[in-house]
């Protein structure tokens, strides 16, 4: 398509001689606009991406793929429902669970939080804590009913350590001539974990399955079952499975898309918004690419008109101010697409140096739920950028290399 001759004139025309200075500048600026703008948007879908990853993977490893419930009262059979839930396919685990909210007191702290009854295998199947252990063990867990598991968070507001006392208070005590008298007890701490959401730091205790019957009134019982499933992306499927296994009215299934739809919903929109905004960065150096082309025919006019004198074609012509700009918009995404690419996979490095020179914290855990700030790349999505990029680097050469094709070299020479 481009030949030997139109490469050398378009190569020299890129290479700016004296006099010539201004222009090469505008060009520069429109390719170093380019790279920014591919490397910013590909940076921000990132770090989008690896939010809404991060984000699904604790709350999901925490809380279940899909969660059974009973219609207003506790689940007896449990141990019965599970049985016939992990006999579905995709399921990895069915973990009965009793969730109950109390209040936590310790010295003088007071807070309100909930209370997680499972065996000990169900928490040791439950990675997200199991594998996050800051301090102590599960060895003890379950094998009486005077152990409990707390957060990190919990722990340092309320002073807690391995062997410390935390006293729990449900308002649903037993009824007595004086009023209802609610239940107090008082618990050891055994272990101490860190699941990366503050929000369960802060709020969410372990006791064993026996001491939550026990305290909770519900002998024999559990509040629900969290299953856990091999790809929660299709989590549907196995939700209407189950629900066609689990013959009982009194059952209802609740999985991740209906329970979190609003929070998950919200981070799409946003990465839809921002994705649409900052291809704007793109598109205003595409302009400057048009703006740095139109003065180079301008400029070239008389080179234009000798050109065509001595023989090429007006196809000829266009061909080399398209090469002209789409060398701009070429050089411009691949540099934007690596500048992109190292960003996102020193990320944390990046930020942990920039709060390391300001003394500021970029990234609290308390407002954005993680601990770190993630960023995943989906190749994908990075080959819709540069096609994008490319495709608008080429559009904005299309006129002013159709201008440059039409100059009328007598016209172009009369003056000369």
Known sequence: MFGPFERAVAGRYLRARRGERFVSIIAIFSLVGIALGVATLIIVMAVMNGFQADLMGRILGLNGDLTIYGAGRT????????????????????TPIIEGQVL????????????????????????????????????????????????????????????????????????????????????????????????????????????????????????????????????????????????????RVLDWTTANNALF?????????????????IVVAAFNVISSLIMMVKDKTADIAVLRTIGASRGAIMRIFLMCGASVGVTGTVAGTALGIVFCMNIERIRQLLQSLTGTNLFNPEVYYLEHLPAKLEWGQVGEVIGMALLLSLLATLYPAWRAARTDPVEALRHE
């Open 75 to 94: 689940i007896s059979q449990y141990e019965d429902v599970a049985q016939e839930v992990r006999s579905v396919p995709d399921v990895l685990s069915a």
């Open 104 to 251: 936590l007191s310790a010295g003088g702290y007071s807070a309100g939080g909930v209370v997680h009854g499972i065996t000990a295998q169900g928490l040791k199947d439950l990675k997200a804590v199991s594998s996050s252990l800051v301090a102590g063990s599960l060895d003890q867990f379950g094998q009486g009913d005077d152990s409990i598991v707390v957060g990190v968070t919990m722990a340092e507001r309320a002073g807690l350590y391995i062997g410390s006392r935390l006293t729990l208070v449900s308002p649903e005590g037993a009824a007595t001539a004086f009023g209802t008298v609610p239940r107090v007890r008082s618990y050891r701490v055994s272990a101490i974990f860190d699941a990366g959401v503050n929000d369960y730091n802060s709020s969410v205790v372990f006791l064993p399955m026996h001491a939550a019957q026990i305290y909770f009134q519900m002998p024999g019982k559990v509040t629900q079952i969290q299953v856990a499933t091999k790809d929660a992306q299709h989590v549907r499927m196995v939700t209407q499975a189950i629900t066609r296994t689990v013959d009982d009215p009194g059952l």
């Open 265 to 281: 919903g919200a981070v799409q929109v946003e990465q839809n918004v921002m994705f649409l905004i900052l291809t704007l960065i």
